[in-house]
């Protein structure tokens, strides 16, 4: 990629607009030495947004129940050898509140693909945890339909 080409990313950085697909896809083909100024434009912005301190999340891992059978994974269908649980929706949203006091402003709720939890359920449970605390949350539970 030429100088031109990668100033022009780095000036897009700055204005934070954001990038197409094709884009990313060149910013990350480019060599490390081509990279390090993007590097300061993305430490820059995280600077202005953030500043310098750092953010914990509360993880609440409250299923280990999955469908699904990927042979990289300890949570994996067929490996007998893991003792099984499954929170309900009230421990999980307790849960959360433990972490806000705790100090946590951000908590993310994992499990393994345990359809258990419909859609429905999911978001009660967010629903409720937003009512009841200030904490912004995350999802990790694999896969689901759009719906």
Known sequence: MNKKHIHNFIEKAYREEK???????????????????LFKVADFIRKKYVGNDIHLRGLIEFSNICER????????????????YRLMPEEIVNYAEKCEKL???????????????TARIISDIVREIKQRTNLATALCIGERKRE
């Open 103 to 117: 100090g946590y402003r951000t908590v993310v709720l994992q499990s393994g693909e345990d359809s258990f939890y």
């Open 19 to 37: 990038f197409t697909n094709k884009e990313i896809i060149n910013l990350l083909k480019l060599d490390n030495e081509e990279s390090q100024e």
């Open 69 to 84: 059978n990927c042979r990289y994974c300890g949570l994996r269908r067929d490996n007998k050898k893991l003792s099984r």
